[in-house]
């Protein structure tokens, strides 16, 4: 038996186990299964690997993907540059740090936004902020990180002000703010400042529609929220597993 996983916590509802488990089925792969790792701390990841000689690769998610770089033996070019990590392969022992988020947010921003606008405003500073991040430097998009303290690259919450927003066009969300059960929940930026120039990015998948996109829409602003993106990063992570 293959097996696959995902680490993080707290994981509750996993969109990566339903994916591959319905892929596996779907696609006729046998001898392969996927589970779910919440561990309390990345310390444990050790005692998940000896537990599971057949694990064949990982996904990462919160709050783990720069925390778990310590733990591996081989980074991408990708994971060396940006120090964030959502895909290992499991390799006789030796772990392999990939980052498919990026190839995930790249293309699904790309076929949203097909006029990508020339400045963005990157809300959250945590693994998935730096793949966003990344992109966005491949994509010569100037950025600015929003976050609770303001540093020399960014801005504290309470300095985005409608003037800000009304120069960053793109606005990217890789906060939880908002993510089910929270629902309510919405990060602080001045949206009566927004227009149908605005995109706006949320790498949430549920709900369907944050209150950040509904916002968004309701000012005439492109939405579009992280389901796409996962997909992608889980199929490009299933490649780098098989290859």
Request: aromatic share 10%; net charge neutral; charged share 20%.
């Amino acid at each position: 038996m293959r097996k696959f996983g995902l680490i993080g916590y707290p994981l509750g509802h996993s969109f990566s186990k339903k994916y591959f488990t319905e892929k596996f089925e779907k696609e006729g792969i046998e001898q392969a299964q996927y589970d779910t790792y919440p561990i309390e701390s990345i310390e444990l990841l050790p005692a998940i690997l000896a537990n599971n000689p057949d694990l064949k690769g990982l996904n990462v998610t919160i709050p783990y993907k720069e925390l778990v770089i310590p733990y591996l033996h081989k980074k991408s070019p990708v994971v060396q540059k940006i120090n964030a990590c959502n895909c290992i392969k499991v390799v006789d022992g030796k772990l392999e740090g990939h980052n498919t988020d990026a190839i995930g947010f790249e293309a699904s921003l790309k076929a949203a936004f097909p006029n990508l606008p020339s400045k963005a405003l990157i809300l959250g500073t945590g693994g998935a902020a730096k793949a966003v991040e990344y992109v966005l430097q491949q994509n010569k998009i100037q950025y600015k990180f929003v976050s609770r303290k303001p540093s020399a690259y960014s801005f504290s919450y309470e300095q985005v002000t409608p003037a800000v927003v009304n120069e960053y066009k793109l606005i990217i969300n890789t906060t939880p703010l908002g993510m089910f059960p929270h629902v309510v929940e919405a990060p602080q930026i001045p949206y009566e400042a927004l227009s149908n120039e605005h995109c706006l990015y949320d790498v949430v998948y549920n709900p369907e529609k944050t209150l950040f996109l509904q916002k968004g829409e309701e000012r005439g602003a492109a939405i579009k929220n992280g389901l796409e993106m996962l997909v992608l990063q889980a199929e490009a992570s299933w490649e780098i597993w098989n290859s």
